[in-house]
T-cell receptor
């Protein structure tokens, strides 16, 4: 079946460091890919998305590029802030939608120290 | 901007008790779903619905019931709570059908503890 694999962490970085959170996927079709963020005590919210190969999603200084050849969608940010501390989830859904919704990775807990 | 509203936010139950987690959305989304979030397990789909009167099971449906009588509401019922159902529960909704992007809109979660 479809699956998403991401580093679980926790990942601890200093403020202004460069961030990469790896995400790879397996899917039987051509998925759309997402990164969701969960701040402490809150629900998940969409951070960025990409719907086809070579698309780059970006938001709030975060970027991720849909790489079909390596089945990856790594999340990057050039200079992290303490306010970026959260849990980040990579997810996919097959094109055309799936009634069983998004397939999520297990989440990466990111901690940014001042 | 209400979005997806879940109640209650916190609940403590004793083993064997029943309860209902409420979920309502005001975005006219056809698709609604319930997930549970457990440490090291990520989010797992419990039940989902693609419209009023239509529900189906997800990955971990045992011990839970749902119904969808209106587009807006999608309650999750625990018939006889067990300690294994201690978790954080999220309701999520989205557009469904042609043109849908798959983006889910989440509620803030309901933290349930079963003693």
């Amino acid at each position: 079946g479809d699956s998403v694999t991401q580093m679980e962490g926790p990942v601890t970085l200093s403020e202004e460091a460069f961030l990469t959170i790896n995400c790879t996927y397996t899917a039987t079709g051509y998925p759309s890919l997402f990164w969701y963020v969960q701040y402490p005590g809150e629900g998940l919210q969409l951070l960025l998305k990409a719907t086809k190969a070579d698309d780059k999603g970006s938001n709030k200084g975060f970027e991720a590029t849909y790489r079909k050849e390596t089945t990856s969608f790594h999340l990057e940010k050039g200079s992290v802030q303490v306010s970026d501390s959260a849990v980040y989830f990579c997810a996919l859904i097959l094109s055309g939608g799936g009634a069983d919704g998004l397939t999520f990775g297990k989440g990466t807990h990111l901690i940014i120290q001042p | 901007n209400a979005g997806v509203t879940q109640t209650p936010k916190f609940q403590v139950l004793k083993t064997g008790q029943s309860m209902t987690l409420q979920c309502a959305q005001d975005m006219n989304h056809e698709y609604m779903s319930w997930y549970r979030q457990d440490p090291g397990m990520g989010l797992r789909l419990i039940h989902y619905s693609v419209g009023a009167g239509i529900t189906d099971q997800g990955e971990v449906p045992n011990g839970y019931n749902v119904s969808r009588s209106t587009t807006e509401d999608f309650p999750l019922r625990l018939l006889s709570a067990a300690p294994s159902q201690t978790s954080v529960y999220f309701c999520a909704s989205s557009y469904w059908g042609t043109g849908a992007t798959g983006e889910l809109f989440f509620g803030e979660g309901s933290r349930l503890t079963v003693l």
